[in-house]
């Protein structure tokens, strides 16, 4: 297949040969960290205790509860909403319209379980079930990417992206060819972005939470504070849920397997370790370490938030009395540059507050495992990656202000370090 004229972008992830290992490795990763979770050792590295077999993972009852999970979050997702907002504007000048109701699709489910529980659904069986509604989720995740892959045979040139359409049916694949799939006005990559996967996760965690009360007669110390902390978090992402529209994923990357599969798989199966890890290996915890962790969590939500607003306020006003005082650079564009306050600081505050927050969600999991500190290493690695792939965005659009203001702030994520 030849590559649209115009389209022709440096290869990412080491091209076909690393897009198919990645796509051979990370559902291999999710299982085995599913399972590693449950043994004994709960080693991270190293050959899971035992290999699961077939019947073990596969169900087609456990498809069909996925299938109604989607439906029901899509059925969510289609309800009429407070706000309907505009993404950026596309290559051909016009500009998609999105819904803003994924705080009310949490709110709504949130009263949906409670039903459910209070009526006598075991909702604590999930967390025996995690195992094939993994596998089932990653082949799901293949069939919707192929798909999608379909879909973007005819789609407008206008509308793929500039990543994914190099020609090569794997890394395309992977990568993922059109930007902004849509049935109607159901964008398929913002509905999967944040809301089946991020509720799932927490509705995974509240799972294990309620299992672990059963097995012991209440949720210990450290898994309430690990499904407190992330619930702050997913309920920050779906509050603010508009700032979504102006990251990467959703302005620059195609809707692919990377993305599908790390919205539907990645997340509800990874993030949610360090509670799977707890229901199996208990840890103690006490009053003076639990304070700390919550004080941990706050200094990196304070700054996470904190740095995420003030960039969203800016963006959206610059005059907002509470950024009009901030130092900037003048672009080329006619956007300008913070090079003071939060991003005077570091040129990725926002980073900064997510990993100290992903250390404070493996810390109540102690120091005896590296298992729960499994999502830390690779949100390091992630951020790492994401923040050269975002510094090379803003230096092809700022060019000179780019470099006066790396020149000005010149640590990336960790003040003096990094
Ligand atoms: N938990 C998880 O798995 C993940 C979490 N995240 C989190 O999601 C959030 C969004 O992250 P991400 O999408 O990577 O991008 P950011 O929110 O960091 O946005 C980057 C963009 O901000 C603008 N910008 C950069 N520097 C400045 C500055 N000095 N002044 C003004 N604008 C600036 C640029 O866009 P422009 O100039 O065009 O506005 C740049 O492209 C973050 O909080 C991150 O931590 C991200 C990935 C995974
Ligand atoms: C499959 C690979 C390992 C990579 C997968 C990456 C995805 C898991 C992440 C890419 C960008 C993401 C964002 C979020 C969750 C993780 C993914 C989907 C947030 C929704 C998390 C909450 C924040 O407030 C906003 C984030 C936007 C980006």
Redo the contacts with the bound molecule.
Sequence with gaps: MASPQGLKAPLEFGGPLGAAALMLLLPATTLHLLLAARSGPARLLGPPARLPGLSELWSPAVLLLLLTWLGLQAALYLLPARKVAEGLELKDKSHLRYPINGFQALMLTALLVGLGVSGGLPLGALSEMLLPLAFVAILTTFIFSFLLYMKAQVAPTSGLAPGGNSGNLIYDFFMGRELNPRIGSFDFKYFCELRPGLIGWVLINLALLIQEAELRGSPSLAMWLVNGFQLLYVGDALWYEE?VL????ITHDGFGFMLAFGDLVW?PFTYSLQAQFLLYHPQPLGLPGALLICLINAVGYYI?RG??SQ?NT??KNPSDPSVAGLETIPTATG?????SGW?GMV??P??L??LIMALAWSLPCGVSHLLPYFYFLY?AA??VH?EAR?EL??LQ??GRAWHE?CQRVPYRIVPYIY
């Design positions: 700032a102006t990251t990467m994923d997340v996470f740095a995420n960039k800016f963006r956007k300008r540059l913070l090079v991003w040129r990725h926002n980073y507050g997510d949100f992630l951020l994401r975002d965005q803003c659009k700022y203001y």
